[in-house]
């Protein structure tokens, strides 16, 4: 990264330790002024716990960060001037209407009853929730929470605004109106640090990421340098009965002297190739022994085979440690 470009945010070395469990360990990162910057991993790794100390919500065991220039700790006050948090779970008050919401965090925020209508009002259309402003909140989607939640963070509008995976149990649908409101906030100058187990939603958000795992950050940079860094190019072979992905997985590995990953599909294969000389040798063998292949591909790797390759496990493998202790 140059050295040139303005950062929102510096993290060096930066530790939190909860009891006997560390759950961040040492964590360095640069984020770029005005850009998203994911922090990708499964549950547990870290990114949630690593996301609450730069927002100020808790404070670091160890280590230094800034925000825009501010120490977290010795600043505290200063760096929740200028930055606002939408956690995993919805925080508006349900029994409310949207639009009750939306005034009652304005007149908190020091705005006057007009005031805090007028801004209300113009969030609560911006987010596509006029014909609900009025409903009680209980009565919305999970998307429309979500949109209002977000919609609730930028009533003053942030320098940098933490998304704690904000699309958690959502439906498409909804999911790709949040991902909109993402790129509409970065628009206007907000710099985003997204929190995320979906490789599909760093992938299509993110400038830069960084992969946390078990508290580290193993690897960082674009979603393309990420990809470029497992190999050339990665094969991909889906079998058309997946009980064939056993026998096709050995016959593959020995055919290209390399390693075949499993898929999340129970159909699918893929493995790192250098050399593509042996491909169609290795597709003969398959069609001799009657395992029928219903596609392949050649070409880059996507972010799910990246992460797979860098921890050894698929990425929505949660059997890592609950990061629920935290807000404890």
Same mark, same amino acid.
Not at 209 to 238: C, M, N, Q, Y
Not at 305 to 327: I, S, W
């Given at each position: 990264?140059?050295?040139?470009?303005?950062?929102?945010?510096?993290?060096?070395?930066?530790?939190?330790?909860?009891?006997?469990?560390?759950?961040?360990?040492?964590?360095?990162?640069?984020?770029?002024?005005?850009?998203?910057?994911?922090?990708?991993?499964?549950?547990?790794?870290?990114?949630?716990?690593?996301?609450?100390?730069?927002?100020?919500?808790?404070?670091?065991?160890?280590?230094?960060?800034?925000?825009?220039?501010?120490?977290?700790?010795?600043?505290?006050?200063?760096?929740?001037?200028?930055?606002?948090?939408?956690?995993?779970?919805?925080?508006?008050?349900?029994?409310?209407?949207?639009?009750?919401?939306?005034?009652?965090?304005?007149?908190?925020?020091?705005?006057?009853?007009?005031?805090?209508?007028?801004?209300?009002?113009?969030?609560?259309?911006?987010?596509?929730?006029?014909?609900?402003?009025?409903?009680?909140?209980?009565?919305?989607?999970?998307?429309?929470?979500?949109?209002?939640?977000?919609?609730?963070?930028?009533?003053?509008?942030?320098?940098?605004?933490?998304?704690?995976?904000?699309?958690?149990?959502?439906?498409?649908?909804?999911?790709?109106?949040?991902?909109?409101?993402?790129?509409?906030?970065? $628009?206007?100058?907000?710099? @985003?640090?997204? /929190?995320?187990?979906?490789?599909?939603?760093? =992938? &299509? %958000?993110?400038? #830069?990421?960084?992969?946390?795992?078990?508290?580290?950050?193993?690897?960082?940079?674009?979603?393309?340098?990420?990809?470029?860094?497992?190999?050339?190019?990665?094969?991909?072979?889906?079998?058309?009965?997946?009980?064939?992905?056993?026998?096709?997985?050995?016959?593959?590995?020995?055919?290209?002297?390399?390693?075949?990953?499993?898929?999340?599909?129970?159909? $699918?294969?893929?493995?790192? @190739?250098?050399? /593509?000389?042996?491909?169609?040798?290795?597709? =003969? &063998? %398959?069609?001799? #022994?009657?395992?029928?292949?219903?596609?392949?591909?050649?070409?880059?790797?996507?972010?799910?085979?990246?992460?797979?390759?860098?921890?050894?496990?698929?990425?929505?493998?949660?059997?890592?440690?609950?990061?629920?202790?935290?807000?404890?």
């Amino acid at each position: 990264m140059s050295s040139g470009k303005l950062l929102a945010i510096e993290v060096k070395n930066l530790v939190k330790t909860f009891g006997e469990t560390q759950a961040v360990r040492g964590v360095d990162l640069q984020v770029p002024a005005g850009a998203v910057y994911g922090l990708l991993g499964p549950n547990g790794a870290g990114k949630t716990t690593t996301a609450r100390m730069l927002a100020t919500l808790t404070r670091p065991t160890s280590g230094a960060a800034r925000v825009f220039g501010h120490d977290i700790v010795a600043e505290a006050d200063t760096v929740r001037s200028i930055v606002s948090m939408t956690g995993q779970f919805a925080s508006v008050d349900e029994d409310l209407t949207g639009i009750e919401n939306m005034v009652l965090l304005g007149r908190l925020l020091g705005f006057g009853w007009s005031e805090a209508r007028e801004r209300g009002e113009e969030l609560i259309d911006a987010f596509g929730l006029g014909d609900a402003a009025n409903r009680q909140v209980k009565t919305y989607s999970g998307g429309m929470r979500r949109r209002l939640d977000i919609a609730a963070s930028i009533v003053v509008t942030p320098e940098v605004l933490f998304l704690d995976e904000p699309t958690t149990g959502l439906d498409p649908r909804s999911r790709n109106e949040v991902w909109d409101i993402v790129r509409a906030l970065v $628009a206007t100058g907000t710099t @985003v640090l997204l /929190t995320t187990q979906y490789l599909d939603e760093a =992938d &299509q %958000l993110a400038d #830069r990421i960084a992969v946390i795992d078990h508290g580290k950050v193993i690897a960082e940079g674009t979603p393309g340098e990420l990809k470029a860094s497992v190999g050339a190019g990665t094969l991909h072979v889906r079998v058309r009965e997946p009980e064939h992905r056993p026998a096709a997985q050995g016959i593959l590995a020995q055919a290209l002297g390399v390693d075949i990953e499993l898929g999340t599909d129970p159909s $699918a294969l893929f493995a790192r @190739v250098e050399n /593509t000389g042996g491909i169609s040798a290795a597709f =003969d &063998q %398959l069609s001799r #022994r009657e395992i029928d292949v219903s596609e392949f591909s050649l070409g880059q790797p996507s972010l799910d085979e990246v992460f797979l390759t860098l921890t050894g496990r698929p990425a929505e493998d949660q059997d890592a440690q609950d990061e629920t202790e935290e807000a404890a």
